[in-house]
C-alpha cells in the first residue's frame, strides 16, 4: 500500500503522468467525506463499541444512527457497510473495524455502486409498497459481498404501515441481511422498531475538532487560513462537520484569488457576524451606562451589514463567557488574548446577580429582536433597557437598605445629629420606621406569600419594635405569625414578640388603600369640570381607575 498521507484526511488520487480530462469540481463536504473510521471525528465512543462488537462477533442485525444534520450518520452507515464486507488486498479478509480501501467491495461501496448496498432515501419512498420489495429482496443471499446491507436515510419518514411491514423482517432477518438506519428525528422512529435495533447516538462535534479539522482540509487545499477564521467557521457550524465544510467552502471562494487566504474579518463579513472587539466595546459601554455611545456603536455595526439579532447573540456569548470565567471555567483556546483578559476583569467587577439580570435582559431583547418589524429599533430599545437597569440597585441591596432604614424610612427632622447607641443589641436602622415599612420592605426581600397575608388580614393594633400586635378580632393563622417572626428576626437580627389582642385595630392594609383610592374618587367627583361634565351628560359615570398595586 501506498503511504498514507501526513494527517488522517481522504486526499485526491495522484494526477498520472498524461493529464486526465478535467473533473468537474467537488464540495468540501464530499471531498472530505470520511472514508475511514479513524476519519470519523469526535465519535470515538461509537467506533471502539463497533471495534469490538467486530472483533468478538458480535454483530447486531439492524444498526441505528442518530443525530444532527451533518455529524457522519449515514458515512458512519457506509462505513460499517465497507467493514463487513471487506475482504482485504489479498482478498481473504474478514470483517474489520479498518477496512483496507483498496479490495473491491470497499471501492464498489465508496462510489455507491455495489450491487448488495442497497442505499435507500426515506424520504421518496415512504409508502408500504417500497418496504414490500425490500421484504421480497432480503430472502435471497448477497450476489458478490459477505452481507447483503440496506441503508435507509432518513428512516424516521417512513408511513406508519411500512414501519408495522418492515418489523417481523427486522426482528428476524436472514443472517446474510443487516439493516442501517440514519435519522435525525429519533423521537418520530416507532419504540417497536428501536427496540429491534442496536442504536448509537452520534454527538456534535466540539468546535475545537472542527477547527483541526478544517485545518487540515485548507493545508490540503492549499489554502491559508487563520486561525480565528477557522474557529468563527467552526462555531457557526454547531456540532455539523457538513455544515462547516460547507461555510469553509464558501470562505475560500469568498477570499478569491487576491486575498492571501481566509481572514477572520473575511468569515465575520461573509456570516454577517459582530465584531468580537466592537462586542467587547458595547458591552463596557452598556456596563458604564453611556447610552449615547452605545446607540452609536450599535449603528455602526449595523451600518457594517452587522444583524442586529447577531449582536445580542454575541451580548448573550459575553455575558454567559463572564460567567463561565466568574466560575473558574476554563479559557476557550480560540478566543482572543483581549477577549480572555476583559473577561477576567470583568469577571472580578460584576457579581453574579448582576450578570444574571444581564443574561435575562439580553435573552429577552434576543428574542424581541429576532421577530421585530423593526429590528434595529428594537435593538436599540434593547440595549436602553439593559442601560437602565444596569443603573438600579441589586434586590438583596435594596432588601438590605429598607431594612436599614435608609428607602422607605420617615425622614429625620432638621438637627443636630444624634448622638451614636452604646453598643445595642441590633442596630435601631434595621428596624423599619413603621408598620407600611415593614411590610414594603418584607416584599422588597421577596416574602411575597407573607407579604399577601399582611395586606389582606393584619389589623395592626400597636407597632413597638421589637414588640407587634395584631387585631384578634380577624382571626390570622398561627402559622402566618411565625413566618412574620421568622422574617423579622433574619431582616432586623432581632426576636419580636408577636401577639393577638381583643382590640378592633387599624384597618389592614388594603383597606387602607381601597380607602385612599375612594377619597380620590371623591375628590374628583368635587372638581368644577367632573361636575360641569355630570350636568351635561346626566347619565355618565366616573370610571375611576386605581393606580395602586394590589397584592
Not at 66 to 78: E, F, I, Q
Not at 285 to 309: C, F, K, T
Not at 407 to 425: D, E, I, S
Request: hydrophobic fraction near 45%; glycine fraction near 6%.
Amino acid at each position: 500500500m501506498d503511504a498514507p498521507p501526513p494527517f488522517d484526511l481522504p486526499m485526491p488520487a495522484p494526477a498520472a503522468a498524461a493529464a486526465p480530462a478535467p473533473e468537474a469540481y467537488r464540495v468540501l463536504a464530499r471531498k472530505y467525506r470520511p472514508q475511514t473510521f479513524s476519519q470519523l471525528i469526535g465519535q470515538d465512543a461509537m467506533v471502539q463499541t463497533l471495534g469490538n462488537a467486530i472483533k468478538r462477533d458480535r454483530l447486531a442485525h439492524a444498526f441505528l444512527m442518530t443525530g444532527v444534520r451533518g455529524v457522519g450518520k449515514t458515512s458512519t452507515a457506509r462505513l460499517i457497510a465497507k467493514a463487513l464486507n471487506c475482504v482485504g488486498p489479498d482478498g481473504q479478509g474478514g470483517p474489520t473495524i479498518d477496512p483496507c480501501g483498496v479490495c473491491e467491495p470497499c471501492r464498489a461501496i465508496a462510489e455507491g455502486r455495489h450491487i448488495d448496498v442497497i442505499e435507500m432515501d426515506a424520504a421518496s419512498h415512504t409508502g408500504v409498497d417500497d418496504v414490500r420489495e425490500i421484504i421480497e429482496a432480503s430472502r435471497y443471499a448477497a450476489v458478490a459481498a459477505r452481507f447483503k446491507i440496506y441503508i435507509i436515510d432518513e428512516v424516521h419518514m417512513l408511513s406508519k404501515n411500512a414501519f408495522n411491514a418492515l418489523l417481523k423482517t427486522l426482528e428476524e432477518p436472514p443472517a446474510h441481511v443487516k439493516f442501517l438506519f440514519a435519522t435525525t428525528e429519533v423521537n418520530k422512529v416507532p419504540i417497536t422498531v428501536l427496540s429491534r435495533c442496536q442504536r448509537f447516538d452520534l454527538r456534535r462535534i466540539p468546535a475545537e475538532k472542527l477547527a483541526e479539522h478544517f485545518a487540515k482540509v485548507c493545508e490540503a487545499e492549499g489554502v491559508t487560513a487563520e486561525a480565528e477564521a477557522l474557529a468563527l467557521v467552526a462555531r457557526a457550524a454547531e456540532g455539523s462537520a457538513r455544515d462547516g465544510l460547507s461555510i469553509l467552502d464558501q470562505a475560500i471562494a469568498h477570499a478569491g484569488l487576491e486575498g492571501g487566504g481566509v481572514s477572520a474579518e473575511a468569515v465575520r463579513q461573509m456570516l454577517g457576524l459582530s465584531d468580537r472587539g466592537a462586542v467587547r466595546d458595547l458591552f463596557g459601554l452598556l456596563l458604564a451606562g453611556n447610552a449615547v455611545e452605545a446607540l452609536a456603536s450599535l449603528r455602526r455595526q449595523y451600518d457594517h451589514g452587522v444583524d442586529p439579532v447577531s449582536v445580542l447573540r454575541a451580548l448573550m456569548e459575553m455575558v454567559h463567557g463572564v460567567t463561565l470565567t466568574k466560575v473558574g471555567g476554563a479559557d476557550d483556546p480560540a478566543q482572543a488574548l483581549e477577549e480572555r483578559e476583559a473577561r477576567r476583569d470583568w469577571a472580578t467587577r460584576l457579581s453574579f446577580p448582576v450578570l444574571h439580570r444581564l443574561w435575562q435582559l439580553t435573552l429577552k431583547g434576543h428574542d424581541e429582536v429576532a421577530q421585530a418589524a423593526l429590528p434595529i429599533e428594537a435593538a436599540e430599545m434593547a440595549l436602553l433597557r439593559v442601560i437602565h437597569a444596569s443603573q438600579l440597585p441589586d434586590p438583596g441591596e435594596l432588601a438590605r437598605k429598607i431594612a436599614e432604614g435608609g428607602v422607605l424610612a420617615a425622614p429625620a427632622a432638621a438637627g443636630p445629629a444624634p448622638a451614636p447607641a452604646a453598643a445595642p443589641a441590633a442596630p435601631v436602622s434595621l428596624i423599619p420606621a413603621d408598620f407600611p415599612a415593614m411590610v414594603e420592605a418584607l416584599d422588597a426581600a421577596n416574602q411575597l406569600a407573607l407579604v399577601a397575608r399582611l395586606r389582606q388580614g393584619a389589623r395592626l393594633v400597636r407597632y413597638a419594635p421589637p414588640e407587634l400586635v395584631f387585631s384578634g378580632s380577624r382571626p390570622i393563622s398561627a402559622d402566618t405569625l411565625s413566618d412574620l417572626a421568622a422574617a423579622l428576626k433574619a431582616m432586623t437580627r432581632q426576636v419580636w414578640k408577636i401577639t393577638l389582642e381583643d382590640a378592633p385595630g387599624e384597618p389592614t392594609l388594603n383597606e387602607a388603600d381601597a380607602a385612599a383610592d375612594e377619597a380620590r374618587r371623591q375628590a374628583m367627583l368635587k372638581t368644577e369640570l367632573v361636575q360641569a361634565a355630570m350636568a351635561a351628560f346626566p347619565e355618565a359615570e366616573l370610571v375611576w381607575n386605581s393606580q395602586r398595586s394590589s397584592m
